[in-house]
Nanobody
Framework: EVRLVESGGGLVQAGGSLRLSCATSGFDFERYAIAWFRQAPGKEREGVSC??????AYPDSMKGRFAISSDNAKSMVYPQMNQLQPEDTAVYYC????????????????????WGQGTQVTVFS
């Protein structure tokens, strides 16, 4: 059974940082692409970061503040979020793509066929 479990969300003051975690199991971790998406109330789900085969990808709007890393031995993915602002408030999800592609992942959400339950991040000013 494919499983993804997010953790690390919470309250953070504007300008602060947060590191989330995604624990995965049930699939060949190194073959998949693992991405993070977020969804704020009333908004569409958007891509945040993606990692596959050691390479990373970010939408232009996320470059510079967000980073992603993985621990293949533990099948874990860690998004690091810096200089957080209230507009970053959202539920953050990790998702897995069996095709292993991160290119333009924000526009290819349909390829991510396994999702975690999400973790809430709230940034206050």
């Amino acid at each position: 059974e494919v499983r993804l479990v997010e953790s690390g969300g919470g309250l953070v003051q504007a300008g602060g940082s947060l590191r989330l975690s995604c624990a995965t199991s049930g699939f060949d971790f190194e073959r998949y692409a693992i991405a993070w998406f977020r969804q704020a109330p009333g908004k569409e789900r958007e891509g945040v970061s993606c990692i596959t085969h050691g390479t990373t990808a970010y939408p232009d709007s996320m470059k510079g503040r967000f980073a992603i890393s993985s621990d293949n031995a533990k099948s874990m993915v860690y998004p690091q979020m810096n200089q957080l602002q209230p507009e970053d408030t959202a539920v953050y999800y990790c998702a897995a793509d069996p095709w292993g592609h991160c290119s333009d992942f924000g526009y290819k959400i349909r390829y991510f066929d396994a999702w975690g339950q999400g973790t809430q991040v709230t940034v206050f000013s």
